[in-house]
């Protein structure tokens, strides 16, 4: 039999022991529908996302400490290269998440009086100044140096996407979602060249498959490279954002929204400026240690003791390539998406955050969540805080963030429930949505959360 048909044999179960149980056993069946339920959803998306192989994966993990429900639930295989089966407990990359994480160190950093948010990059000396100069001109004046840590925090510093647009085109602006200058654009472009040379290195030119994007190794910014050569593309994120669009903004800083990895990219390089430390040991020192996200690391981190030591972290895909098995090389995601994360981890993270137990001061949390309306359909009521976005939903108020990599860690007030997973494909967001709300419904339908009519 099947995989998916056992777990809809299994919800199937379920529900009829919930709908016909004695009082007494009531709650015990609506958990059982509940799980049957959740498995039954892992399944189905991991199914649909390889067309009903088993090679993809997909992962959820539902937390209502108010009743005291707790379930993960996990579907298909979980390395292309390997045998093992995807579990729970396996890390996956998070990608834009990681903006949470180091939207929270920047707001400890400012309980400290390290900076404060109208701190501006020149003041912060963040880049030389000219650098500074060209980082942001808007209708021929430029703004670089008074972008201030608000701004980057939430996203309303005019500049463009470093890793989806171009000069030319914003992402949202063309059917795949990248513009093709982009570094995502180009190291997206040479994804089957790459694979070529890694597969079949007799067809390559020595050294051509180490020049490509997907083999190369990114630095935040490279002060020395420009310096010597300001056109130098290749020598860090904002070295490239630098030398091809740095004097292309979109809007004077502190009027839109324009959500870009750019932003907190500028922000892990702040970081590690203040503290001198590296960002991935920041963000282990003052979150992941204090919460106990034992499984949680910034991946290409130089710290040696970076990667715990454990499960391997779970394959994506993007269309037909297993990223991670493939060993295509994400660098590039670095501040903006660089976390490796396990679905428990990221409840704890979620848990940080509504306690306010990651902060001092109870107005960091405030100022972390007042969310700021963005652009959006208008069935999509929602904004933008400092690393969160906001929602309205039919389940009420719901807070968190979600990755370009399937990754999501949304946390819903009026339950008190964190729900954390992923669905293992690049920018799949029905695919997201149904890990989030196809979770909501079978968690009411089980009745086990009643929601109240929004």
């Known amino acids: 039999m099947h995989i998916g048909t056992r777990a809809v044999a299994a919800l199937a179960l379920a529900l009829v022991l919930a709908n016909n149980a004695p009082a007494g056993t009531e709650p015990q069946a609506r958990e059982l529908a509940a799980r049957a339920a959740l498995d039954a959803l892992v399944t189905r998306l991991a199914d649909a996302g390889g067309g009903g192989d088993t090679d993809r994966n997909a992962l959820v993990r539902v937390d209502g400490t108010r009743d005291g429900f707790a379930h993960a639930a996990a579907a298909g295989r979980a390395r292309v290269d390997g045998v093992d089966r995807m579990t729970a407990d396996r890390p996956f990359y998070v990608a834009s998440i990681t903006k949470s994480m180091v ?166 390089m702040l970081i590690e400026k203040l503290t001198g430390h590296s960002l991935h040991a920041e963000l282990r020192d003052n979150l992941f240690k204090p919460l106990g996200m034992d499984h949680t690391y910034l991946s290409y981190a130089p710290d040696p003791d970076a990667r715990p030591r454990d499960l391997a972290p779970a394959d994506f895909w993007i269309g037909d390539v297993a990223v991670v098995s493939n060993q295509l090389d994400l660098s590039f995601d670095w501040a903006g998406g660089g976390v490796v994360a396990t679905a428990a981890d990221l409840d704890r993270f979620l848990r940080g955050i509504a306690s306010g137990l990651i902060f001092k001061n109870d107005a960091s949390r405030a100022a972390m969540l007042d969310c700021i309306d963005t652009p959006g359909p208008p069935d999509q009521r929602g904004g933008y805080g400092f690393g969160i976005r906001c929602l309205e939903t039919e389940y009420g108020p719901m807070w968190g963030h979600f990755g370009a990599w399937g990754a999501a860690m949304v946390y819903f007030p009026e339950y008190d429930l964190s729900l954390t997973g992923t669905v293992d494909r690049m920018s799949d967001s029905a695919a997201m949505q149904a890990l989030v709300f196809d979770s909501m419904q079978a968690l009411e339908t089980a009745g086990v959360i009643r929601r109240q009519r929004h």
């Open 103 to 268: 939207a929270a160190r920047i707001l400890q950093l400012v309980e400290a009086h390290r900076l404060s948010l109208d701190t501006t990059l020149g003041q912060a000396g963040l880049l030389p100044a000219d650098a500074l100069e060209r980082l942001q001109v808007f209708e021929g004046r430029s703004y670089g140096a008074g972008i201030t840590v608000r701004q980057l925090l939430s996203h309303r510093t005019g500049l463009r996407d470093v890793l989806l647009d171009d000069r030319e085109s914003l992402s949202g602006e063309v059917e795949s979602g990248v513009a093709p200058g982009s570094i995502g654009g180009i190291w997206s472009s040479q994804i089957g060249r790459y694979l070529q040379c890694r597969h079949e290195p007799d067809i390559c030119n020595p050294g051509e498959a180490a020049a490509l994007y997907p083999a190369h190794r990114w630095k935040p910014f490279d002060a020395a490279a420009w310096q010597r050569a300001p056109g130098d593309r290749d020598a860090g994120l904002i070295n490239f954002f630098l030398a091809e669009m740095g004097d292309a903004g979109l809007s004077a800083p502190g009027t839109d929204f324009h959500y870009a990895d750019t932003n907190y990219i500028l922000l892990g």
